[in-house]
């Protein structure tokens, strides 16, 4: 009872987490990604204006490691098709990095296709503009 106790308020918190997810309003898998991002819990509210998605990424540039939309969750980048699992270790552990990202729109990612284990590699987002590796799911 305990555990689950536990579990239900790690759940609470984490889609209590503000976040916003900035897209082209005519890109399908970006819609596909935010209903997978409710049907995992993660709470946030949607932005599909082309002007805020550019205003987004030049306030928060991830370069070559761009995808067709961005999410902005407690003080974090979030950019492209990254799986819920990834954004929890990132909302859980608390790295001292600008966010995340799953560069390109690859086929087995959420929004995109049926998963395809070890076929996601999702690096950081530092703050000195360089990436490193994060997760591979």
Request: glycine share 10%; aromatic share 4%.
């Amino acid at each position: 009872m305990k555990a689950l106790t536990l579990l239900l308020a790690g759940a609470l918190a984490f889609s209590a987490q503000a976040a916003t997810l900035y897209k082209s309003p005519t890109c399908g898998c970006c819609g596909a990604y935010a209903d997978y991002l409710k049907a995992q819990g993660i709470a946030h509210s949607v932005v599909a204006s082309d002007a805020q998605l550019a205003q987004i990424r030049q306030q928060h540039p991830t370069g070559d490691k761009a995808s067709c939309h961005t999410l902005l969750i407690a003080g974090y980048i979030v950019e492209g098709h990254v799986p819920a699992e990834a954004i929890r270790k990132l909302l859980r552990d608390k790295p001292a990095i600008r966010g995340i990202a799953l560069p390109g729109m690859p086929a087995s990612s959420p929004g995109m296709g049926p998963a395809q284990p070890g076929s996601l590699s999702i690096v950081t987002l530092e703050k000195n503009g360089s990436s490193k590796p994060f997760l591979t799911l």
